[in-house]
């Protein structure tokens, strides 16, 4: 059983939410991610996304556009983001980490390098925002091989049959995007997520997690009761982008007090 499942196993065992939080490898500078990676464990997080930067980020709102603008200027890569999680992993052997980003970067380092070299990092697993299911066999063989969980997104607008071929590729859990829109839009409908996860849930036993319009407290709790656990980014990004030219140690207390107001809310469930 991976990382990722074996954490989702036990807090639903222990009646909790998870929690997942999205920073931008190398926002703002690079000597700040590994510190803040560390703070949000400390402050509750169970999971972490950490983007791959990338210079055409579609699926991202202005807030994390920016953020891997910031480290897009610093030169960040791929490959210094697995260096991250390896630094993560000599003193945190237990909290999963997923990257996130887009397939280019990925294909252009190979398939098989590149879930060879992340499994020896100590990632687990892969969300390629723009790599549709249909063309993700290639690569799902090289990340099952080397023990890679493949974390897919599913959309408002994913159609009920669409939805149950990718749950069929997926592994780890399902990422529901709870919004029409880029991440950090402000329209999060509640009853819409509600009907739609009930609708997913009977396509597999996959945990889903849910993000993309998850400010606060409140909503994190409005929406952690509906699913297994939810994912935070816009709120921690636009903070780390508001305290550029901080201490790694200031913009990890900063993002950590963040962390612990919604995971306190978390556990009042």
Known sequence: MSRISQQLGRAKAAGKKTLVAYIVNGDPVPDVTLTVMHKLVEKGVD????????????????????????????????TDTLNVVQEFRKTNADTPVVLMGYANPVERFGYEAFAKAASAAGVDGLLTVDLPFEEVGDLRAQLDAHGLDNIFLLAPTTRAERARQIAAQASGFLYYVSLKGVTGAGHLDVEEVKNRLAEFGSMSNLPVCVGFGIKDAATAKAVAALADGVVIG????????????????????????????????????
Request: net charge negative.
């Open 47 to 78: 999971i972490i996304e950490l983007g791959v930067p990338f210079s055409d980020p579609m699926a991202e709102g202005p807030v994390i556009q920016k953020a891997h603008e910031r480290a897009l200027a610093s030169n960040v890569s791929l």
């Open 234 to 269: 816009s709120v921690l990004v636009n903070k780390i982008g508001e305290l550029q030219g901080e201490t790694a140690e200031v913009i990890a207390d900063a993002t950590g007090a963040i962390v612990a107001d919604i995971r306190a809310a978390l556990d009042s469930l």
